[in-house]
């Protein structure tokens, strides 16, 4: 950040797939746009028109993906140019205190104005090494995807006597293929992770956390290792999108709690097989298997309830070391303050309102008494209300 004494110019661009909407504040006043190719060429020609004027500038752009990202990193590394990458929901309540209407030139004008008035969080570009391992793990999963449909397009032609066997020919060397273009892009992710000297260790204390094999610590660490070392715990579970979601209002309004789904997409899907084997499998994870069927006397396999052992909740600690899918926030802080760390999520995820019912929780965790935790809720929650 720099002083408040320094002059500098905010400006906003809208990006999309073919152009570049920009909109420069002038030093008189006023907006100066100009419109540039989503190219590198472009990229150029925009940063030699940023730094026409000799002023420091700062930039603010909504994150779009791979459209935004070489833009990104060609102005982070320019001279006299600080940017900001923006999460579009927040840049989309900000606008609608602004304007009504949304054309390319008004969004750029909004970011603009973000830049003005909002405070200037620098983007920080990611690892190139940990860039591509993100890339690999997202196209694995969507090569997943398409091997799931096909595998069943080629049930349903084989359950009727009426299908054509060339069909089912062809899907059975569809699947054949998408699984030799999954295999060949995991060696190509594991070989990655051999030759990087920060990304292996962090690989290797996945698979040492029970219930993560290959496949799931390839992926968890696709979508993690991007991610800032000094997040908390409440970053982190907010970025995963399973933090609880209530909805009260007054006496009357009284909604399940659910997860937000607000976070990486990603990272909840590959934490799920995780949670999943932590549930059905004491022996992989003592403290949460319990901990789950106490607090699900049902023992329904919801979304919902394995959310509960894909965060770190006070009950998924034994010892000294995290032993759920979500503790693995690779972060050296949390790892070598377990006590931290677990008080943090007990204020976290707790829905008492004083601290001695939160303690009260916490000990009984600790003490393997599990089955009757909700007995210090208030009267009208019940077991399924236990916060995730």
Same mark, same amino acid.
């Given at each position: 950040?720099?002083?408040?004494?320094?002059?500098?110019?905010?400006?906003?661009?809208?990006?999309?797939?073919?152009?570049?909407?920009?909109?420069?504040?002038?030093?008189?006043?006023?907006?100066?746009?100009?419109? =540039?190719?989503?190219?590198?060429?472009?990229?150029?020609?925009?940063?030699?028109?940023?730094?026409?004027?000799?002023?420091?500038?700062?930039?603010?752009?909504?994150?779009?993906?791979?459209?935004?990202?070489?833009?990104?990193?060609?102005?982070?590394?320019?001279?006299?140019?600080?940017?900001?990458?923006?999460?579009?929901?927040?840049?989309?309540?900000?606008?609608?205190?602004?304007?009504?209407?949304?054309?390319?030139?008004?969004?750029?004008?909004?970011?603009?104005?973000?830049?003005?008035?909002?405070?200037?969080?620098?983007?920080?570009?990611?690892?190139?090494?940990?860039?591509?391992?993100?890339?690999?793990?997202?196209?694995?999963?969507?090569?997943?995807?398409?091997?799931?449909?096909?595998?069943? !397009?080629?049930?349903?032609?084989?359950?009727?006597?009426?299908?054509?066997?060339?069909?089912?020919?062809?899907?059975?060397?569809?699947?054949?293929?998408?699984?030799?273009?999954?295999?060949?892009?995991?060696?190509?992710?594991?070989?990655?992770?051999?030759?990087?000297?920060?990304?292996?260790?962090?690989?290797?204390?996945?698979?040492?956390?029970?219930?993560?094999?290959?496949?799931?610590?390839?992926?968890?660490?696709?979508?993690?290792?991007?991610?800032?070392?000094?997040?908390?715990?409440?970053?982190?579970?907010?970025?995963?999108?399973?933090?609880?979601?209530?909805?009260?209002?007054?006496?009357?309004?009284?909604?399940?709690?659910?997860?937000?789904?607000?976070?990486?997409?990603?990272? !909840?899907?590959?934490?799920?097989?995780?949670?999943?084997?932590?549930?059905?499998?004491?022996?992989?994870?003592?403290?949460?298997?319990?901990?789950?069927?106490?607090?699900?006397?049902?023992?329904?396999?919801?979304?919902?309830?394995?959310?509960?052992?894909?965060?770190?909740?006070?009950?998924?600690?034994?010892?000294?070391?995290?032993?759920?899918?979500?503790?693995?926030?690779?972060?050296?802080? =949390?790892?070598?303050?377990?006590?931290?760390?677990?008080?943090?999520?007990?204020?976290?995820?707790?829905?008492?309102?004083?601290?001695?019912?939160?303690?009260?929780? =916490?000990? !009984?965790?600790?003490?393997?008494?599990?089955?009757?935790?909700?007995?210090?809720?208030?009267?009208?929650?019940?077991?399924?209300?236990?916060?995730?």
């Amino acid at each position: 950040m720099h002083k408040p004494s320094e002059v500098f110019a905010c400006c906003g661009i809208d990006v999309s797939a073919a152009q570049l909407v920009v909109a420069l504040e002038s030093i008189g006043g006023g907006w100066r746009q100009r419109s =540039f190719p989503n190219r590198t060429r472009g990229h150029q020609a925009l940063i030699l028109w940023l730094q026409k004027d000799g002023t420091r500038v700062r930039v603010c752009l909504e994150a779009t993906g791979l459209y935004s990202l070489d833009l990104a990193l060609a102005l982070h590394a320019a001279s006299g140019i600080e940017v900001a990458v923006l999460n579009p929901k927040v840049v989309n309540r900000f606008a609608a205190t602004l304007c009504r209407s949304k054309t390319d030139p008004a969004d750029a004008q909004v970011l603009a104005e973000y830049a003005r008035r909002m405070p200037f969080q620098p983007w920080h570009p990611p690892q190139a090494a940990a860039l591509e391992l993100r890339t690999i793990t997202r196209h694995i999963a969507a090569l997943t995807q398409q091997h799931t449909r096909q595998s069943n !397009r080629l049930h349903a032609a084989s359950a009727s006597t009426t299908g054509s066997r060339w069909v089912r020919q062809d899907l059975k060397r569809s699947l054949r293929d998408l699984q030799r273009r999954v295999e060949k892009m995991r060696r190509a992710a594991l070989a990655l992770l051999e030759q990087d000297v920060e990304l292996r260790p962090r690989f290797a204390l996945l698979l040492s956390m029970p219930g993560i094999g290959e496949i799931s610590a390839l992926h968890l660490l696709g979508e993690l290792a991007l991610l800032a070392p000094g997040l908390t715990v409440r970053q982190w579970v907010a970025h995963s999108g399973l933090d609880p979601a209530h909805h009260e209002s007054g006496t009357s309004v009284h909604k399940r709690s659910r997860i937000s789904r607000a976070g990486n997409r990603y990272l !909840r899907r590959a934490l799920y097989m995780p949670a999943l084997v932590a549930v059905r499998h004491p022996t992989c994870a003592p403290s949460t298997s319990p901990w789950w069927h106490a607090t699900k006397p049902n023992c329904k396999l919801s979304s919902r309830s394995l959310a509960s052992c894909c965060t770190p909740s006070s009950a998924c600690f034994a010892g000294s070391r995290p032993t759920t899918a979500r503790a693995c926030c690779l972060t050296s802080n =949390f790892l070598a303050s377990p006590s931290l760390l677990e008080r943090e999520v007990l204020l976290h995820f707790s829905r008492e309102k004083t601290l001695d019912d939160q303690e009260r929780i =916490f000990k !009984r965790s600790r003490a393997g008494t599990l089955d009757d935790c909700h007995t210090v809720t208030n009267a009208q929650k019940t077991s399924e209300d236990v916060p995730v």
